[in-house]
């Protein structure tokens, strides 16, 4: 009995620092932009059926709840929080933010897409609106050479203003990607998600449009952790671990009793 509480408190242990890992990188991505939180999901190991309930205690009479003993615990998945970051105006005319539900299509090296909630974009040498890392966003939109400036509608829509024209030209329309269960997206780092059985099929189209958000020029999605719940379940967390700890403790001090008086 004793070594079965010893590894029930391991597991304890062993859950209490995933989940502190987890909370570690909230904290660490506090001021990335278009960060979603991760959380923390538990669930119990099996449990050991001593005598079961309803089973026969005498010829007459039965147990009324049995005998059942847990194994410990394990974490089972970091459920991704994907409610809105708040929006902080930029005044940057290539930076975009969602208003809602929708992703930013990215396309990758390997020629797969890639989404994003992250809209600090930039242009490339040749005019192409790319993300930091060089990759270009998808639809493809080259800005002209001499544009003077650009605007974003909340559709998507993408016009310059060139030298010599009184008018704006369209040069390209930027669509969004929705999910049925959007925390089934993997996330790849870089701040990209990969699409997965668990999310569902892309659903692009126009922005504003069929549930997708509208994009917002020149502003950014900030980061939905929220620094005092984080410290608060880091707190949480950490007498959780003190607690199991001693449980190792409290258990090898009782076999030592026990060795001692055998």
């Known amino acids: 009995m004793s070594n079965s509480a010893l590894q029930v408190a391991r597991t304890g242990l062993d859950a209490q620092s995933e989940r502190m890992r987890v909370i570690a990188n909230n904290l660490a991505n506090v001021n990335t932009t278009g960060f979603k939180r991760d ?130 030209s369209e040069v390209g329309k930027i669509e969004t990607a929705r999910f049925i269960n959007e925390a089934g997206l993997q996330a790849l780092g870089n701040n990209l998600y990969a699409e997965t059985a668990a999310s569902g099929t892309a659903q692009v189209g126009a922005a504003g449009a069929e549930g997708r958000g509208a994009i917002r020029q020149g502003a950014l999605e900030s980061s939905n952790v929220n620094v005092v719940q984080e410290l608060v379940d880091m707190i949480e967390t950490q007498r959780a671990y003190e607690v199991n700890s001693k449980m190792i403790s409290a258990t090898d001090e009782m076999l030592r009793n026990a060795n001692q008086q055998l």
Do not use: C, W
């Open 39 to 168: 959380r923390a999901e538990f669930s119990t190991l099996a449990y050991q059926m001593m005598t079961a309930a309803g089973s026969r205690s005498s010829a007459e009479n039965q147990y009324a709840t049995g005998l059942n003993l847990g194994t410990g615990v394990r974490i089972t998945g970091t459920g991704r929080v994907t409610t809105q970051g708040s929006l902080s105006n930029t005044g940057n005319d290539l930076d975009l933010a969602v208003e809602g539900q929708g992703y930013f299509q990215i396309a990758r090296p390997d020629g797969t897409t890639a989404y994003t909630r992250a809209g600090n974009f930039h242009r490339s040498s040749e005019g192409k609106i790319v993300t930091t890392d060089g990759m270009p966003l998808q639809p493809e939109i080259q800005i002209p050479d001499g544009a003077q400036s650009i605007t974003i509608g909340a559709d998507g829509t993408v016009s310059v203003t060139l030298a010599g024209q009184a008018e704006p």
